[in-house]
């Protein structure tokens, strides 16, 4: 029983092969129907081909879109220190690059550590609904929280109009100082908001105050503090943020 009904199967296996090269013979005999078949066979393939590729790169743009955070600016502006003295020399001016995330509410600035002199990487957040900065410095890996300068950082709108205007070619500008001391640590950040919890979240975080309101601010000596630097920019010009701690 087993014998005939193998024996029956590859019978039929023999028969189905005989099928399709009858089929074959005379399409590959007529010289017409070939060329025709191919140059349409040859139209798919590569609308095939077009449909891919605009799936591939349509599907690339929406991948891009999704990872990538909608409002996110690179910009880097020169700016005259007053170091170079009368003459200034205008192929060496330092500048600041940074990278900013902006949305309606808060920004965010990546600080690169700077090439060609000190100062310290950083991320500065400016929390416009609570009106709060907070440093968080990456060398030491601490955070310095003091109140929006509002005279100092623009709002959110304008800073995009300020890096659209950055991306169209080298921005020169001069350099602002500021004077900030360290006051007191801050033991509960809870109550500096969301933004800021979560980037000095397991950091040592402290108050701080501009040197001109702390009394007597000014007649500390300089040279016996623990001082650092960070370059950055929130409007027009460069700030020169120096933070010391007593
Ligand atoms: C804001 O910054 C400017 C320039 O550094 C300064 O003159 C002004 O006193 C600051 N305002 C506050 C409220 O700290």
Redesign the pocket.
């Given at each position: 029983m087993v014998k005939i009904a193998f024996n029956a199967a590859l019978a039929q296996k023999g028969l189905g092969k005989e099928v399709p090269s009858a089929v074959k013979d005379p399409e590959l005999a007529g010289p017409l129907p070939p060329s025709e078949g191919s140059t349409g066979r040859c139209l798919l393939t590569l609308l095939g081909i077009a449909f891919i590729l605009s799936g591939l790169i349509v599907g690339g743009a929406c991948l891009y879109r999704y990872f990538t955070p909608k409002r996110l600016y690179h910009g880097s502006m020169q700016f005259n220190d007053g170091s170079s003295g009368g003459e200034a020399q205008p192929y060496y001016l330092p500048q600041v690059e940074e990278k900013m995330e902006i949305s309606d509410n808060m920004a965010v600035i990546s600080v690169p550590p700077p090439r060609f002199r000190p100062g310290d990487p950083a991320y500065i957040l400016h929390d416009f609904n609570r009106k709060l900065t907070a440093y968080l410095d990456l060398t030491l890996r601490t955070c310095f929280v003091i109140?929006l300068?509002t005279?100092?950082v623009l709002p959110p709108q304008d800073l995009m109009d300020l890096f659209s205007q950055l991306m169209s070619g080298s921005y020169r500008s001069y350099l602002?100082q500021?004077d900030l001391v360290v006051t007191e640590r801050i033991e509960d950040i809870k109550p500096l908001g969301f933004y800021i919890r979560r980037l000095c979240d397991g950091k040592e975080t402290y108050r701080m105050q501009?040197r001109?309101?702390v009394q007597g601010g000014g007649i500390v000596k300089r040279a016996a503090q623990d001082c650092f630097t960070i370059r950055h920019f929130e409007n027009r010009f460069v700030?020169e943020t120096r933070i010391c701690k007593p």
């Open positions: 109140p300068n005279s100092v602002v500021e501009r001109d309101t700030t």
